[in-house]
């Protein structure tokens, strides 16, 4: 037999190993699967009947799982019975009281996803008290100095500054890195304001004066970021 006969032999058997491993793989985890739904069936069978305190605790865990802020969104069926097999019910299948097992588990997943959501609402408000208690007074004098601030900055994109310099203005006007190339890249279309430097660098000076006084006329429109400075 030809040697490139054998080596197709042997690449064929090792496709026909491989296939047949990853079909039994796949039949054992279908089957797994199966008996896994089965036996939770079973088990909300057996506990469910004439046992209105599961069934509301089922509701309102179902409930729970289907507010925005919680977890799955509009939860089917399905997608309950996935979360509460993750979760480990089926533990209670073995346990000698199946419905008192049943029943601390939903109120344990309840209490679990209430105190998640509290955790969160907190977590926002406080950092909502922090952002705050880190912004300015819209005194004459933060006004003033954020005008000139963002006058210099944008002088400093109109001369292509290093990225050092941008870095410094970004952390004082609270910009994250897509706001800052977002602002960037609108100041770099000016075309006209560029051709004028050029031709005349000395005139930067009347760009800021002027972008200065139109601030102090319009601060909110005119200091960049103004929302998340000032209160």
């Known amino acids: ?6 080596f197709t032999l042997i690449i064929v058997s090792i496709l026909i190993i491989s296939c047949a491993k990853k079909r039994t793989t796949q ?5 797994e ?3 896994s739904i089965d036996a939770l069936t079973e088990l909300k069978a057996q506990t469910e009947q004439n ?9 309102e865990l ?3 799982l289907g507010e925005k802020d919680v977890g799955e969104n509009n939860i089917d069926k399905n997608n309950f019975d996935h979360y509460i097999m993750q979760h480990n019910i089926l533990k209670c299948q073995n346990n000698e009281n199946q419905s008192a097992c049943v029943l601390d588990f939903y109120l344990n997943e309840i209490y679990r996803l209430k105190l998640d959501k509290l955790a969160k609402k907190q977590l926002a408000e406080i950092e909502e008290i922090e952002k705050a208690s880190h912004k300015l007074d819209r005194s004459d004098e933060n006004i003033k100095n954020y005008c000139e601030f963002s006058a210099d900055f944008i002088n400093l994109i109109y001369n292509k500054t290093t990225a050092k ?5 970004q952390q004082r006007f609270k910009l994250d890195d897509n706001e800052i ?10 075309s006209y304001t560029r051709f004028l430097i050029s031709e ?15 601030c102090l006329a319009d601060p909110q429109n005119s200091i960049i970021n103004f929302s998340e400075i000032f209160k």
């Open 1 to 6: 037999m030809k040697i490139s006969n054998i």
């Open 27 to 31: 039949e054992f985890l279908l089957r």
């Open 33 to 35: 699967q199966v008996e």
């Open 51 to 59: 046992n209105p305190y599961i069934i509301n605790a089922k509701k």
């Open 62 to 64: 179902s409930r729970l």
């Open 165 to 169: 310099s941008i870095s410094q203005y």
């Open 181 to 190: 190339t977002a602002l960037i890249k609108k100041f770099e279309k000016d």
């Open 200 to 214: 005349n660098p000395t005139i930067v000076d009347e760009i800021r004066a002027d972008n200065v006084n139109r």
